[in-house]
């Protein structure tokens, strides 16, 4: 398929460097350079998910609560405050 692309003069100029470089037409750069685009760009599909924590030498629900303990804050009353205590505070706050 023939497609039209207008590109800068300045990365033509690159571009064209380039594929000189590499001994490829300026076409087929431009080929390199979509293809990789895309690939680097695609949704991964649901299978290429799996697997992904077997080089890491913690267990995923470890590191997911450790990432989470993050967000904690000292003085977050719902760490340290408790229901009833918590009802108070929300309804203290409302008032104001």
Same mark, same amino acid.
């Given at each position: 398929?023939?497609? @039209?692309?207008?590109? /800068?003069?300045?990365? @033509?100029?690159? @571009?064209? #460097? @380039?594929? %000189?470089?590499?001994?490829?037409?300026?076409?087929?750069?431009?080929?390199? #350079?979509? %293809?990789?685009?895309?690939?680097?760009?695609? /949704?991964? #599909?649901?299978?290429? &998910?799996?697997?992904? +924590? %077997?080089?890491?030498?913690?267990?995923?629900? $470890?590191?997911?609560?450790?990432?989470?303990? $993050? +967000?904690?804050?000292? +003085?977050? /009353? *719902? $760490?340290?405050?408790?229901?009833?205590?918590?009802?108070? *505070?929300? %309804?203290?706050?409302? &008032?104001?």
């Amino acid at each position: 398929m023939r497609t @039209l692309v207008d590109i /800068p003069e300045s990365e @033509l100029e690159a @571009l064209n #460097a @380039l594929s %000189k470089v590499e001994g490829v037409s300026r076409a087929e750069s431009v080929r390199r #350079a979509i %293809k990789a685009y895309v690939e680097a760009n695609r /949704p991964l #599909a649901r299978h290429e &998910g799996f697997g992904l +924590w %077997k080089d890491y030498d913690i267990d995923g629900d $470890e590191y997911q609560q450790k990432i989470r303990a $993050e +967000w904690d804050r000292e +003085w977050d /009353p *719902i $760490e340290s405050e408790s229901p009833s205590q918590l009802q108070a *505070i929300i %309804k203290s706050e409302a &008032g104001r």
